[in-house]
């Protein structure tokens, strides 16, 4: 990701960023969330605070949590995230890659939502969708993907969500199909 | 709100319920946010992170922060937020509440938007959408509104979405003139 200078950094972890994103991956039924992160502090946290829901103490006191945190997996690079996914679901997933920025020719949530029901409906690749903290995905990263997920409209000029909230957003706009537009 | 064991409680406040909830109001253009809490030293806690980025050194460093975080109102109770309310908009609002729950007689999203929609173009009172942290809204807070707004569906039987998350999904639902379910 960015820092707010446009340079490439690795942002922190937050204790609510692992317990919301695995709450929505299971409200919604994902099959899993990669936490991407080269540094080795953050993610031997990450896994203390998961092995703390999935098998200590969390467990017994409140075990909806771990069925939840049971979905996040802790890797290096996004090169391992699509190792991961070619050996978990038998083939490297189509990636899209979501960003606060208008991107030219951005995938609107209507086509994607129908791309992901039809993909649903027959044998097909998986999705990936990857979201970045701080001020967002780095160029790099967007420059590598099968397609940008146009940006949440918002009702201002001002658009800045969190990656908490805009995950939420996006996971309700890509598989809601009650939407039209 | 209750905790697991459905006994009145106050819950604490995170510094990220406080940015993720202001960054979403300011997004979505809500003209505020009040965040409910008796506890003195959590009020603050508040006071003085919200006064770190309005006024202190975040504003210099990250002025967008402040600009959603000057949406933020703590109080003590809800009578107080129905006060603030009146005060600033000048009639008390219509309330609804949410919940995760399934509600007798909730208020589809559809139909809530439509409201929203209809009061937008006309003069009519303000509305207050409630969100509970912790195990949500106490029974006697549920009681008292005039509407509970339907659960976010899911895709699984889960549904265990943050406070954050739950509050961006309905925010967009509500307000996103280009849903039509």
Sequence with gaps: VVNRNQEVIASAITNLD??????????????????????????DLAHQLIAHWCNGVGKRLHPHRGQAL????IVDDLPRVLQGIQAEWGAPPVVWASSAQPQ????????????????????????????????????????????VVAAIPGCSGYNHLSVR???????????DPGRAG
Tied chains: 1, 2.
């Design 104 to 147: 030219p020719a951005a995938l609107c949530h209507g086509e994607a939502r129908r791309q992901l029901q039809g993909a649903a409906s027959g044998a097909s690749s998986p999705r990936l969708l990857l979201l970045g903290t701080a001020w967002g995905l780095a160029p790099k990263v967007l420059a590598g993907v099968d397609a």
């Design 165 to 175: 909230c805009a995950a939420a957003v996006l996971v309700d706009r890509l598989l």
């Design 70 to 73: 049971e979905r996040l997996r």
């Design 18 to 43: 692992l317990h919301d994103l695995a709450r929505l991956t299971c409200t919604y039924d994902l099959p899993a969330c990669y936490v991407v992160t080269p540094l080795r502090d953050q993610q």
